[in-house]
């Protein structure tokens, strides 16, 4: 088993930043892609951004492109979204998931492990 621990969250007005982080640990392997969902009240959850197991590319909704960048460190397990020029609509419960392929994937079907989620809001 493979767990993932999500923080980093918080309260912040627009235009401002964030950096989320999700720590693994467990039965971990850097044989994986890594991705970030978000979740808004009422909404289904939603793809954000999804990196290779070994970082050398990753993609990104359209709706945070030039914002939002993804990156891991695979010598310490976590991977990361640092969230700039933020928006009201922004705000989400934030969730990193891990996915055993070697390419990236973007659906949530096909994401393996997931943690518990840490809440964005962003003021305006």
């Known amino acids: 088993q493979v767990q993932l621990v999500e923080s980093g969250g918080g309260l912040v007005q627009a235009g401002g930043s964030l950096r989320l982080s999700c720590a693994a640990s467990?039965?971990?392997?850097?044989?994986?892609?890594m991705g970030w969902f978000r979740q808004a009240p009422g909404k289904e959850r939603e793809f954000v951004a999804a990196i290779r197991w070994n970082g050398d590319r990753a993609y990104y909704a359209e709706s945070v492109k030039g914002r939002f960048t993804i990156s891991r460190d695979n010598a310490k397990k976590t991977a990361y979204l640092q969230l700039n020029s933020l928006k009201p609509e922004d705000t989400a419960v934030y969730y990193c998931?891990?996915?055993?392929?070697?390419?990236?994937?973007?659906?949530?079907?096909?994401?393996?492990?997931w943690g518990q989620g840490t809440q964005v809001t962003v003021s305006s």
């Open positions: 998931a891990g996915a055993w392929s070697i390419v990236v994937v973007t659906s949530a079907y096909e994401y393996d492990y």
């Open positions: 467990g039965r971990t392997s850097s044989s994986y892609c």
